[in-house]
């Protein structure tokens, strides 16, 4: 043997570059922390490992996974979407106000419509217009509210002689509620289109290389807006869900606290914040690991500020990981 064969045989059997070790942790980091938690509270609590503690857990996080799903999209195309809890707010009392009025099917239908045109909204102002993302998503999360306010009036909006409007949440199916199916339904649909179609290929382009992406033909701003308008009817969905399942809804529905929720399990999964890089599982695997951080607590009795606590150094050792695995890489 040759020192060429030898050299390549050492090659073949050479262990990951730094940067490819970097990148491989990224890629399944979140998974050993959310399996530790997850034995973890299932020894310390038993409550916790139950049919019925983890389909509660599901049912509750629907609306987050499928906002969030749609919003690691958002991010692997390079923006960012801070209106999804306002528009949350605003298809859930659009929905609940027309349910009062005419059927649950067509409440249900104007809800979504509202976040579409929203996230098209979002969409036409971040790219036709050229406005940063943040702020352009912001603004808008300031309207969105508005306009809640105003369908409501400021009171609370009660369906409960609606009992129909509460069917796309609550019905069960095979012991699970229509919810969790929507949730995973959803999130599937999604997962497939970043991972197997070209509109999820070009969301990675844009977001890694804008321009090198406009080079290679992808046309960057059409698939941003794409983004915008998915995350938008995602975030309409997940307020109608959840006013279906309670039969009411009100224009300031912890709107502040979803978007930073939805944000902080995408960046947890490995998303990163600066485009380019994510996947739809991870940020599933993100957002339940919060929730599970958050049930826990529950059940063992702890106080809820250290969940605050605990979410505000997870989101910045999440963050600090993406800056220095990139700094690695280049």
């Given at each position: 043997m040759n020192n060429s064969d030898v050299t390549g045989s050492r090659a073949a059997l050479a262990l990951p570059s730094g940067a490819g070790?970097?990148?491989?942790?990224?890629?399944?980091?979140?998974?050993?922390?959310?399996?530790?938690?997850?034995?973890?509270?299932?020894?310390?609590?038993?409550?916790?490992?139950?049919?019925?503690?983890?389909?509660?857990?599901?049912?509750?996080?629907?609306?987050?996974?499928?906002?969030?799903?749609?919003?690691?999209?958002?991010?692997?195309?390079?923006?960012?979407?801070?209106?999804?809890?306002?528009?949350?707010?605003?298809?859930?009392?659009?929905?609940?106000?027309?349910?009062?009025?005419?059927?649950?099917?067509?409440?249900?239908?104007?809800?979504?419509?509202?976040?579409?045109?929203?996230?098209?909204?979002?969409?036409?102002?971040?790219?036709?217009?050229?406005?940063?993302?943040?702020?352009?998503?912001?603004?808008?999360?300031?309207?969105?509210?508005?306009?809640?306010?105003?369908v409501t009036s400021g009171n609370l909006i009660i369906a409960y002689a609606k009992p129909g409007f509460a069917d796309l949440a609550r019905t069960v199916f095979l012991s699970v509620n229509t919810s969790t199916w929507t949730m995973i339904a959803v999130v599937l649909l999604f997962g497939l289109v970043l991972?197997?179609?070209?509109?999820?290929?070009?969301?990675?382009?844009?977001?890694?290389?804008?321009?090198?992406?406009?080079?290679?033909?992808?046309?960057?701003?059409?698939?941003?807006?794409?983004?915008?308008?998915?995350?938008?009817?995602?975030?309409?969905?997940?307020?109608?869900i959840d006013a279906s399942r309670v039969l009411s809804a009100q224009a300031s529905n912890g709107e502040t606290t979803l978007t930073f929720t939805v944000l902080a399990g995408i960046v947890v999964g490995g998303t990163s914040i600066l485009g380019g890089e994510g996947a739809i599982w991870r940020t599933v695997v993100g957002v339940l690991f919060i929730a599970l951080i958050g049930n826990g607590s529950d059940l063992l009795g702890l106080n809820p500020l250290y969940d605050q606590i605990a979410l505000g150094v997870i989101l910045l050792l999440a963050v600090g990981a993406d800056a220095w695995s990139r700094l690695r890489v280049t």
């Open positions: 070790m970097v990148s491989m942790l990224r890629k399944a980091g979140i998974v050993w922390p959310f399996l530790i938690l997850f034995i973890v509270l299932s020894v310390a609590s038993g409550p916790f490992f139950s049919k019925v503690n983890l389909l509660d857990i599901l049912d509750q996080q629907a609306s987050t996974l499928i906002i969030a799903a749609a919003g690691t999209m958002v991010l692997v195309a390079g923006c960012i979407d801070l209106s999804v809890g306002a528009t949350y707010a605003l298809a859930g009392v659009t929905a609940t106000e027309l349910a009062l009025h005419t059927s649950p099917f067509l409440a249900v239908v104007a809800g979504v419509a509202t976040g579409l045109v929203v996230g098209l909204v979002n969409g036409v102002v971040a790219t036709t217009f050229r406005i940063n993302s943040l702020i352009a998503t912001l603004a808008m999360s300031f309207v969105v509210s508005g306009l809640a306010s105003l991972s197997r179609t070209a509109a999820g290929r070009y969301m990675y382009a844009a977001g890694s290389n804008a321009d090198a992406a406009r080079l290679a033909g992808v046309r960057v701003q059409q698939t941003r807006l794409l983004a915008f308008v998915l995350s938008g009817g995602a975030a309409a969905l997940g307020g109608v």
